[in-house]
């Protein structure tokens, strides 16, 4: 997998971690070093096999993870020039997720692990895009964190890798489920998220009086379910007689209330670090899935400047699941001596404030 007498591979060898991820439904793979080199950052995408249904499907999922994890580990490897004997670490996601996607992944990273002689670090995915801002500026803790994907949605003070305090969660349904949910109901297709902002683009926002849940109330915790359900509710209404223009509305006015929660949310969010941590730089960090949406975007950088916060995001391509962002959590691991044993389990849900208390929505327990 390279030749030794390769300069890049000299410079890397001992210091680079590689990281797994299959918690759901991609195949992820990559080598970073512990100076922040992303050598390789292979995604495998099930987006395909999962188009049918309309969501992921578990069994697929994980069958699909067998299938190409071997393969893709090696072209990672391959492309970042190393051996398995190269590396300083392997990092796997552990959990949360689809307790057998991750179970490919986890049991791929601890094979490698023994057999190379190397220490094993078991991920938190969702430490994962905790972190993964750092892998690409130079952002110091504390920091509050936005977490949006299909799964997640949360509002988090990062105080230290391992170290978190949740100021709060959904209280029913993730943010990106919600997107998927409103491209499903108006036939759309899969995935839901990127084809809703399209639509939205050429959408009247004010042409439907769609919700805005949790608003004006104290704390920051969501709540998307009513959301969802008025959009289901506007969409009947137009019988079938409903045109592309029609849909494009509906999504144009989903995204602006679901953009209005989300700043309503996080402006309380930001008081309550300002407050609480007065005397730490200002930054709002997004990562998931959904930071990706342009719209949801701008919405967080003006209550964010409104409240004098600087707001940082990683790129796009490390805002989704990918093997990167589990490669560096391992290396920040890796360098405060943190390292798990070959019995570590896997876990479908797992905390990252295991001291919050519990609520029923999505991204709680997990």
């Not at 964190?145 to 709060?168: P, T």
């Not at 919700?211 to 104290?218: D, E, Y």
């Amino acid at each position: 997998m390279g030749s030794r007498g390769d300069k890049r591979v000299l410079e890397a060898n001992g210091r680079a971690v590689l990281g797994i991820e299959t918690s759901c439904d991609e195949t992820a793979a990559a080598v970073v070093t512990q100076t922040g080199e992303i050598l390789s950052n292979i995604v495998m995408s099930q987006i395909e096999e999962h188009r049918p249904y309309g969501g992921v499907v578990p069994e697929i999922a994980a069958r699909a993870h067998v299938d190409v994890i071997d393969g893709l580990v090696a072209r990672a490897m391959e492309e970042a020039g190393l051996g398995f004997a190269d590396l300083a670490a392997v990092a796997a996601t552990a959990g949360p997720g689809l307790i057998g996607g991750v179970l490919v992944g986890l049991m791929t990273g601890k094979a490698i692990a023994a057999a190379a002689g190397r220490p094993f670090i078991a991920v938190n995915h969702l430490e994962g895009h905790a972190l993964s801002v750092r892998l690409t500026e130079a952002v110091g803790f504390p920091y509050l964190m936005l977490l949006v994907s299909g799964g997640h949605c949360q509002l988090l003070v990062v105080e230290g890798v391992g170290r978190y305090r949740r100021l709060g969660t959904t209280i029913d349904d993730a943010l990106g489920e919600a997107f998927d949910k409103t491209a499903k109901i108006l036939a759309l297709g899969y995935p839901g998220g990127p084809l809703v902002e399209k639509a939205a683009l050429r959408g009247d926002a004010t042409r439907f009086a769609l919700p805005r849940p949790m608003v004006g109330r104290a704390g920051c915790d969501f709540s998307f379910s009513g959301l969802k359900t008025a959009v289901r509710r506007a969409y009947e209404s137009l019988g079938d007689a409903a045109t592309d223009q029609d849909r494009a509305d509906i999504c144009a006015a989903f995204q602006a209330a679901a953009g209005d929660v989300v700043a309503d949310r996080v402006a309380h969010a930001l008081d309550s670090v300002a407050q609480d941590y007065p005397h730490t730089a200002r930054t709002l960090v997004v990562a998931g899935g959904v930071a990706a949406n342009s719209y949801i975007r701008s919405q967080l950088e003006d209550v964010a400047g409104a409240a004098g916060f600087a707001l940082k995001a990683p790129p796009p391509r490390l805002c989704t699941d990918n093997g990167a962002m589990i490669a560096w959590a391992g290396v920040e691991r890796l360098s405060l001596g943190l390292t798990d044993p070959l019995s570590t389990p896997a876990r479908a849900r797992w905390p990252l404030d295991p001291a919050a208390a519990p609520a029923p929505g999505a991204g709680v327990k997990a």
